[in-house]
């Protein structure tokens, strides 16, 4: 099994970067694909971006396409959510998620993902 943990998040202004960092303990990373999801208050939590096992293909929704960059350092065991140009849109708790994965796969619906971290919270102020 494996623990998630997030960290990175913080009250930013629009315009401006953060970059979350998902460490990963317990088994070693690049067995699982990733994810990276958000849920703001009264909204239902939306998949953000994903990565497959070996960092080959990448997934971004729609509204953060061109501003997220999903990456990977297998032999440091952790994932990262490069976030540019922050809107006050983007304000939610920020979580990462594992699956385990025996192919070149990428999933991104949340019921796909085993595990999950505990969250990180992203506050953009306009």
Do not use: H
């Not at 303990?25 to 999801?37: E, I, K, N």
């Not at 958000?38 to 971004?60: D, F």
Request: with cysteine.
């Amino acid at each position: 099994q494996v623990q998630l943990v997030e960290s990175g998040g913080g009250l930013v202004q629009a315009g401006g970067s953060l970059r979350l960092s998902c460490a990963a303990s317990g088994r070693t990373l690049s067995q699982y694909a990733m994810g990276w999801f958000r849920q703001a208050p009264g909204k239902e939590r939306e998949s953000v971006a994903a990565i497959n096992r070996s960092g080959s293909n990448t997934y971004y929704t729609d509204s953060v396409k061109g501003r997220f960059t999903i990456s990977r350092d297998n032999a440091k065991n952790t994932v990262y959510l490069q976030i540019d140009s922050l809107k006050p849109e983007d304000t939610a708790v920020y979580y990462c998620a594992a699956r385990l994965s025996f192919g070149g796969g990428i999933y991104y619906l949340w019921d796909q993902y085993n595990y999950w971290g505990q969250g990180t919270q992203v506050t953009v102020s306009s």
